[in-house]
Each structure stands twice: as structure tokens, then as C-alpha cells.
């Protein structure tokens, strides 16, 4: 069995997908919580002075979404094929797109009034036409259980992450889409990712 | 062997990996360019109202980099193992990040801001972020084993499209970089595609 290092900040931010899959494969590791002050000394040691990066008997791996497919497909969470894989990572790119839009507005937007405007735009437009997408993906996967195939892969995982993120700022957001509603609640009862949320620290991010 | 039909608009973009990976693994696909006055009509039959998107069997996939990644990976171009994988996978995104900045100041409204921007992308981002990638280069001249992946096809491609609009720092001081460059330029199905692709404005 390697040995998993996880290093991050004390966040869930762009780690949570990949705690969340290691959660779910049942893979013990260290999550390591770099408090910002400490950062500079971690940074050089990065592969690309960034975080996170997942440390795996001495190798380096950074970028959050190669971090969770790598641990997905080492506990056969990937996709069963080649074109199922394809599938739930053209999922996660999607819900990508989503987060990338949010990060735009909530950290990299100084100023408050171009802010609330972009985060309404998000809301209004945005929100609801990627969400209307997915929820058809969803259900065109055999009613939509889960995204591909007939069990749970990391496409379903960083839904979950995309909708704590979403639900944290408006929670009924995922009315309209019953489907993915009710597949974000079934993955919280997931073995090993029921455990994770009820232990894991409560950040604000 | 599958019917491969990719659909774009007519430029490089981000279809543009996809069409390299084909190159480099010597599949055939029929690759079609649209006319943006035919866009409205496909867009809600694609998954995510994006292209580009890739028929095979019946099944449609979007997200250029799920494409190109399935593509290489059906022409053993994404990494022999689980590791070799990851690593592949980290190369691309880490480009990704490089050409997603690039476009950000693309794209910039105002003027004087853009110009700003422009500036620190090309003198202090670029420099930087170089001198980091050219780290990841192994001995062999590639950035994952000994053979060519998606990683030096995806180092490559953005790298040739960000340097369309921005200036290049001197490439010839990084010589992880310019061994990757050879070894994708060389390689004779990239070689002809690149002689042979449409001349586009993007």
C-alpha cells in the first residue's frame, strides 16, 4: 500500500475532491493543513509552488482534478472503459467551468460592486444553464442514479463538491433539478464519505 | 475501428489538442469546421451547448481536454500506468491554467487594463511559469517516460497558440522545453498536420 500525503491549507477549496475520493476508496492518508504563514516554506517544494498536491511515496502530483481522477482509477472508481472515463471527466471539466465562474467572483474580484453583479450573473444565467445540462446528462446515464456507468465515480464525487460550494450560498438552488438533488444527498450516505463529512473540519471555505 | 467526427468551429482553439492527438496516433476523423450561422441549431443537441464535441458509436463527448485525453488514451498516448497518467493529467492542466490566464487578458475590456496585463503576463508570468514547467521535462526529452504523450502534445499546442498573440519569452534558455518541442514537431503525423492544417485568425 503507498503512502498518500495530502498537502493543502485548512479548506476544503480545490483539496475537498480529492478528500472526498480518497474518503470514498477507503485510502488512509495525512491531510496536511499548511497555515498560510507556513506557506512560503512549503511552496519551493511544490511542483508548481501551488497546492494541493498529493505526495505518493516520494512523487508529486499537483492539480486538484489529476489528484482525484489518479485515486479514482487506483480504486477503480474511474469509469469501467475508455469511454466511460471520458464521460465522467467531461463531467468534472464541466462542473470545472462552474467553479472556475464562482472562484471569478468570490476570490478574484476585488471590487464589491463588480462583484454582487457578477454573482448575480452567475445565479441568474449561468447557474441555471449548466445545471440544466448536467441534470440531463443525469438522467439520460439509465435515470440517473449516477453519472456514468452503474456506480460511483469521481464525476459524482466533484458534484458533490460543486453543490456543497453552490448550496452554501443559496441552499434551494438545486430545486429545480431533482435529479441532482437527490444524487448530492445519496453520495453524502456513500461508505466511507458519510464518516468524512461528519468528521471532517468545519472551515468557512 | 469506430467513426471518429469531431466538430468545431473553423480554428485551431480548443479543438485544435484533439486534432494533434489524432495526428500523432495516426486515426483518421472527419473534421468538421462550422459555420457560426449553423451553431445555433447544434448547440442544444450538445451536451453542454459547447463545442467542441466528438461522435464515436453513437455517444457524444464535450470538454476538449476529456477528448483528447480519451483519444490518447485509445492510441496508448496518455501515460502506461496510473502514475504515468496523473502525471500526463497535471502536464495539461497546468497548461491549461497557462492558456485559461492568457485568455483572461485576451479578453480584458478596458484598454489601458488589457495593456497591463499583457505586460506582466508576458514579463513576469511567463518567465516564471517556464522555468517551472521546464522542471517537470524528464532526461529522456519528455515530460512523462520515454515516448511521446498528451503531455508534450498539450505543452506544444498552447504553447504555439498563447505565442499567436503574446510574446514568448527566449525559449532557448529552457532545454527541457525545446527537447519536447523537437520530439512533438517531429513526429511525422504532427509533422504533416502542421503543414498541412487550415490557415486560421484563431
Given at each position: 500500500m503507498p503512502s498518500y500525503k495530502l498537502y493543502y491549507f485548512h479548506g476544503r477549496g480545490r483539496a475537498e475532491p480529492a478528500r472526498l475520493m480518497l474518503a470514498a476508496a477507503g485510502l488512509p492518508y495525512e491531510d496536511v493543513r499548511i497555515e498560510f504563514e507556513r506557506w512560503p516554506e512549503y511552496k519551493p517544494k511544490m511542483p508548481m509552488g501551488q497546492a494541493p498536491v498529493l505526495d505518493v511515496d516520494g512523487t508529486m502530483i499537483c492539480q486538484s482534478v489529476?489528484?482525484?481522477?489518479?485515486?479514482?482509477?487506483?480504486?477503480?472508481?474511474?469509469?469501467?472503459?475508455?469511454?466511460?472515463?471520458?464521460?465522467?471527466?467531461?463531467?468534472?471539466?464541466?462542473?470545472?467551468d462552474m467553479v472556475n465562474k464562482m472562484a471569478d467572483?468570490?476570490?478574484?474580484?476585488?471590487?464589491?460592486?463588480?462583484?454582487?453583479?457578477?454573482?448575480?450573473?452567475?445565479?441568474?444565467?449561468?447557474?441555471?444553464?449548466?445545471?440544466?445540462?448536467?441534470?440531463?446528462?443525469?438522467?439520460?446515464?439509465?435515470?440517473?442514479?449516477?453519472?456514468?456507468?452503474?456506480?460511483?465515480?469521481?464525476a459524482d464525487v466533484f458534484f458533490l463538491s460543486l453543490s456543497?460550494?453552490?448550496?452554501?450560498?443559496?441552499?434551494?438552488?438545486?430545486?429545480?433539478?431533482?435529479?441532482?438533488?437527490?444524487?448530492?444527498?445519496?453520495?453524502?450516505?456513500?461508505?466511507g464519505i458519510k464518516e468524512w463529512l461528519a468528521k471532517r473540519p468545519k472551515t468557512p471555505w | 475501428m469506430p467513426a471518429y467526427k469531431l466538430t468545431y468551429f473553423n480554428g485551431r482553439g480548443t479543438a485544435e489538442i484533439v486534432r494533434l492527438v489524432f495526428a500523432a496516433a495516426g486515426i483518421s476523423y472527419e473534421d468538421v469546421r462550422l459555420e457560426q450561422d449553423k451553431w445555433p441549431e447544434l448547440k442544444p443537441k450538445t451536451p453542454m451547448g459547447q463545442v467542441p464535441i466528438l461522435e464515436v458509436d453513437g455517444t457524444m463527448l464535450c470538454q476538449s481536454n476529456s477528448i483528447a485525453r480519451y483519444v490518447a488514451k485509445q492510441a496508448g498516448l496518455a501515460g502506461k500506468t496510473p502514475m504515468e497518467q496523473a502525471r500526463v493529467d497535471m502536464v495539461m492542466d497546468v497548461m491549461d491554467d497557462m492558456g485559461k490566464k492568457g485568455n483572461a487578458v485576451f479578453w480584458e475590456k478596458d484598454e489601458e487594463t488589457k495593456a497591463e496585463k499583457k505586460k506582466e503576463y508576458e514579463e513576469t508570468f511567463l518567465p516564471q511559469f517556464f522555468t517551472c514547467v521546464n522542471k517537470l521535462v524528464g532526461d529522456s526529452g519528455h515530460f512523462v517516460g520515454d515516448e511521446?504523450?498528451?503531455?508534450?502534445?498539450?505543452?506544444?499546442?498552447?504553447?504555439?497558440?498563447?505565442?499567436?498573440?503574446?510574446?514568448?519569452?527566449?525559449?532557448?534558455?529552457?532545454?527541457?522545453?525545446?527537447?519536447?518541442?523537437?520530439?512533438?514537431?517531429?513526429?511525422?503525423?504532427?509533422?504533416?498536420?502542421?503543414?498541412?492544417?487550415?490557415?486560421?485568425?484563431?
Open positions: 489529476a489528484i482525484a481522477r489518479f485515486i479514482a482509477k487506483e480504486s477503480g472508481l474511474a469509469g469501467k472503459t475508455n469511454m466511460e472515463q471520458a464521460r465522467a471527466d467531461m463531467m468534472v471539466d464541466g462542473f470545472g467572483y468570490v476570490w478574484y474580484e476585488p471590487d464589491e460592486a463588480k462583484k454582487a453583479e457578477k454573482k448575480k450573473t452567475f445565479y441568474d444565467t449561468t447557474l441555471p444553464e449548466f445545471l440544466g445540462y448536467f441534470e440531463k446528462l443525469l438522467v439520460a446515464n439509465n435515470g440517473g442514479d449516477f453519472f456514468v456507468g452503474d456506480g460511483l465515480t469521481h456543497d460550494d453552490i448550496t452554501a450560498e443559496k441552499p434551494d438552488v438545486l430545486g429545480p433539478y431533482p435529479k441532482l438533488a437527490a444524487l448530492a444527498e445519496r453520495i453524502k450516505t456513500y461508505p | 511521446l504523450t498528451l503531455a508534450d502534445i498539450t505543452y506544444f499546442n498552447t504553447t504555439n497558440l498563447v505565442g499567436n498573440y503574446f510574446k514568448l519569452p527566449n525559449m532557448e534558455e529552457f532545454s527541457g522545453l525545446k527537447k519536447v518541442t523537437e520530439h512533438v514537431t517531429s513526429n511525422p503525423g504532427i509533422a504533416k498536420w502542421l503543414k498541412e492544417r487550415p490557415e486560421t485568425p484563431f
